[in-house]
């Protein structure tokens, strides 16, 4: 929180937007510590990139699509794209692209809570939690209060087998 007031000389046209689902919680989680720290209360929003995904037409499941909700808009804004956890990218590219179905943001920065690398495109986040190697077979699974009913924890997953 402390690096984006930092980064941006204060919170003037700063906002959040999670990607739904646990950077939704973790933008919230964010806006209150921002309040805390400087008595301004950020807007926050949310986007879903369900529709948005180059992997959407492979045959996966159908997706669960999340609400897209961007009260303060985003031209002109400073946003700070809030997610979990950052791997190949691809999921980044996807809410960049939604997020300019919205408007012409003045920046946008990405704020990761874990950074696990293997990285498909040239993307990087402005702000990590925690970077983790792993190994690329492996997955990361961030577990929160607000989404999943348990305790927060980040786990590593290795492969069945």
């Given amino acids: 929180a402390l690096k984006i007031i930092e980064r941006n000389g204060g919170l003037d046209d700063v906002c ?3 990607v739904y689902t646990r950077g939704v919680d973790l933008a919230k989680r964010l806006q209150k510590i921002l309040e805390d720290e400087e008595d301004v ?9 369900a529709l948005y995904r180059d992997d959407a037409m492979l045959g996966l499941p159908e997706p669960q699509i999340g609400p897209t909700s961007l009260p303060h808009g985003v031209t002109g804004k400073v946003v700070v794209l809030v997610d979990d956890v950052l791997f190949t990218g691809r999921t980044t590219r996807a809410a960049l692209d939604a997020l300019m ?3 012409r943001p003045k920046e946008v920065q990405l704020l990761v809570l874990v ?3 293997h990285r498909e495109l040239p993307i990087q986040a402005d702000y990590v939690g925690k970077r983790c190697e792993t190994l690329a077979v492996e997955s990361v699974r ?12 980040v ?4 492969p069945d087998g």
């Fill in 142 to 153: 961030v577990r929160l209060k607000e989404v999943d009913k348990v305790d927060d924890m």
């Fill in 16 to 18: 959040l937007v999670g």
């Fill in 41 to 49: 209360r950020v807007p926050v929003g949310t986007i879903d990139i």
């Fill in 115 to 117: 950074d696990r690398g």
């Fill in 155 to 158: 786990v590593l997953l290795e």
């Fill in 101 to 103: 179905d919205f408007g």
